[in-house]
Every structure is written in structure tokens, then in C-alpha cells.
């Protein structure tokens, strides 16, 4: 199964004021579509979610154990793509992959194979052998959630990933993270409401670190 229990998240950097605060919410399968207006506390949130920072208060659990005490069971099974993903110009889109494979501990046997998997999976077989240089925005992106596939990940994080794409790249990417999203819990963080309108299974709509509302598009509507 695919279970994230929030409890009362909150987060402070130091010297800093809250973040986060009280943030408790459950997020299943599906693509979740995490919204609010810069400095809301979306990256802050997804890091956390990515075991990248711990809260200083409350409590994360995937699957009922707790994320902060015992990473590693949502380590293996995650799949993370951050805002400020970066590539090598001079690799091909399949060398990159290859390198990541390497650096994350997939044996070069079975690399070579996954990659050509994640690769078809985001509709980049063609491109395999181009350079990261010569690729779209969109295409880039879309190797982003490549790496972020390697290790079949039942969780995927996503902050931002449309940021500077063209309307016809966004609407790709949006089909793509549906497709992910069957059997997966997808988190999306966007300020583009068109982003997740259509797609997006739950909402959780943040302000000043703070839950405003989760559930569906459809009792967004019915509440407002
Ligand atoms: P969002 O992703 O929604 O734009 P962030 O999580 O980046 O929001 O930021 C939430 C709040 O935390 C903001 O007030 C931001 O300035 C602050 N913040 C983010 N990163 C840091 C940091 N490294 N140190 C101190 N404050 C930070
Ligand atoms: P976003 O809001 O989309 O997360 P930002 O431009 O706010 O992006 O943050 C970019 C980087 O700067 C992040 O690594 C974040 O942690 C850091 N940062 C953001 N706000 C602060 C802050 N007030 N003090 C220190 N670092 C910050």
C-alpha cells in the first residue's frame, strides 16, 4: 500500500520562524496536488516527505512507521524530483541514467536494462542517445521523472516540475503523472492551478505554513 500520515507536522529553521505548523493530513494513492502561493511551506513540506529534514514537531508515517525514526523502508521505495534538478549537458539522456543507476547502487548489470525501462516509461526511447544539452525543457523534466523511477518508487515527489514548460510540455507531463499515478501516491507541489485541476485525486491547499484545506477538487467546490 501507498499510506502518508501527516500528525501535527511543523517545522522551524533556525532562526527562523514556523515554516510549518500543525499540518495533519492523510495522502493515499493517487495524485495529490499540493497548492499555495510562494513561501506557503510546499518545499519545506516536501522535504520533509522526502526524509531530507525532520519535523521539529508532530509526525510522519508511511504505511504506519514513522519516517524521522526509521527512514530507510520509505528510502528504498521513494522517488524524488526537487525543484532544482539539474542534468550534464554532455551526456546522453541514457548515460546520465546510467551514472545515476551507478551512483545509487543498481548493480551495471541490471542498470542498463532499468534505464531503458524509465526511459519508454516518460517517452524518451528515441532520445536515448541525444545530449541533455539539446533537449527541451520539457524533455529535461521529463528525465527528471526518469531518475526519480530508477528504484520503481511507490512514492513520487514532485516539486514544481512545470515551472517554465510550454502549454503543450505541461499538458505531456500532466498524462505522464497520471499514468504514474495508478498504482502510486503522486505528490505534486504547483502554483498552477491548471496543473492539477483535472488530475488531482486530493488537494492540500497551503498558506503562511498552514493547512487551508485537503480533500477533493469536487469538495473544494462544494465548500467555496
Ligand atoms: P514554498 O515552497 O511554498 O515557496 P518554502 O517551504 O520554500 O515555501 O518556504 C516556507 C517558509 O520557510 C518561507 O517563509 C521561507 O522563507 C522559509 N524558508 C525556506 N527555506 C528556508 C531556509 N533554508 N532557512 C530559513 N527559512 C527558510
Ligand atoms: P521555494 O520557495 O520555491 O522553495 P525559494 O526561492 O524560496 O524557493 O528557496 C530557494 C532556496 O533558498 C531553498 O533551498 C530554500 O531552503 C532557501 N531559502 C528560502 N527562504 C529562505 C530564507 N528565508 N532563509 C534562508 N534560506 C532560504
Redesign the pocket.
Known amino acids: 500500500s501507498c499510506t502518508l500520515d501527516l500528525d501535527g507536522v511543523g517545522?522551524r529553521?533556525?532562526?527562523?520562524?514556523d515554516?510549518?505548523s500543525e499540518v495533519s493530513l492523510r495522502l493515499e494513492r493517487g495524485i495529490v496536488g499540493l497548492l499555495?502561493?510562494?513561501?506557503?511551506?510546499?518545499?519545506?513540506?516536501?522535504?520533509i516527505l522526502a526524509t531530507l529534514a525532520k519535523p521539529t514537531r508532530g509526525r510522519v508515517q508511511w504505511n504506519g512507521e514513522d519516517t524521522a525514526r526509521r527512514p530507510d523502508p520509505l528510502r528504498r521505495t521513494l522517488g524524488y524530483l526537487p525543484?532544482d534538478f539539474g542534468v550534464y549537458p554532455m551526456l546522453s539522456a541514457r548515460e546520465f541514467l546510467a551514472y545515476l543507476s551507478a551512483v545509487k547502487g543498481v548493480s551495471a548489470k541490471r542498470a542498463a536494462a532499468r534505464v531503458d525501462e524509465c526511459l519508454a516509461q516518460v517517452g524518451l526511447s528515441e532520445a536515448a542517445d541525444r545530449r541533455l544539452g539539446e533537449f527541451s525543457g520539457g524533455m529535461r523534466q521529463r528525465v527528471g521523472i526518469a531518475q526519480a523511477l530508477l528504484n520503481d518508487p511507490k512514492l513520487l515527489i514532485v516539486?514544481?516540475p512545470t515551472v517554465g514548460l510550454d502549454p503543450e510540455e505541461r499538458l505531456r507531463f500532466r498524462h505522464l503523472l497520471s499514468d504514474l499515478a495508478v498504482d502510486r501516491l503522486v505528490i505534486l507541489?504547483t502554483?498552477i492551478v491548471s496543473d492539477i485541476e483535472a488530475s488531482a485525486s486530493s488537494l492540500a491547499i497551503?498558506a503562511?505554513?498552514r493547512l487551508l484545506f485537503s480533500g477533493t477538487p469536487e469538495a473544494l467546490i462544494a465548500d467555496a
Open positions: 517545522f529553521y533556525k532562526g527562523g520562524h515554516a510549518l499555495g502561493p510562494n513561501g506557503a511551506g510546499k518545499s519545506t513540506l516536501m522535504r525543484q516539486d514544481e507541489s502554483h497551503m503562511k505554513g
